[in-house]
């Protein structure tokens, strides 16, 4: 068990330190939580971004798997992959009308 320690009249700006750094690093805490779930939904943001018809299948892989290495890594490359956009022609032989 922890005793406090007893306050002389110098102590209590120490005090007042203390509780202020924790104060701190809770907020240090909170913001590396933060850039931690950003990093970990790369693969969806990234999908989002380029536009990928697999938006779906990525994310469900992301949320799901993307706690194991292996399961973020394949989020990250079917959201990497090319998008190709198919364009689709006429291709009636028109003959000229006289």
């Not at 002389?8 to 104060?23: E, K, Q, Y």
């Not at 949320?63 to 006429?90: E, H, P, R």
């Amino acid at each position: 068990m922890r005793t406090q320690p007893r306050l002389t009249r110098g102590d209590s700006t120490v005090h007042l330190a203390a509780a202020s750094s924790n104060a701190g690093g809770a907020a240090v805490t909170i913001i590396f939580v933060l850039i931690g779930i950003g990093m970990y939904f790369i693969p969806t943001i990234v999908a989002k971004v380029r536009g990928v018809s697999n938006l779906g299948s990525v994310a469900v892989i992301n949320v799901f798997l993307g706690w194991t290495l292996v399961g973020w890594i394949i989020a990250l490359a079917m959201a990497c992959k090319s998008v190709y956009q198919v364009n689709i022609t006429d291709q009636r032989r028109h003959e000229p009308t006289a």
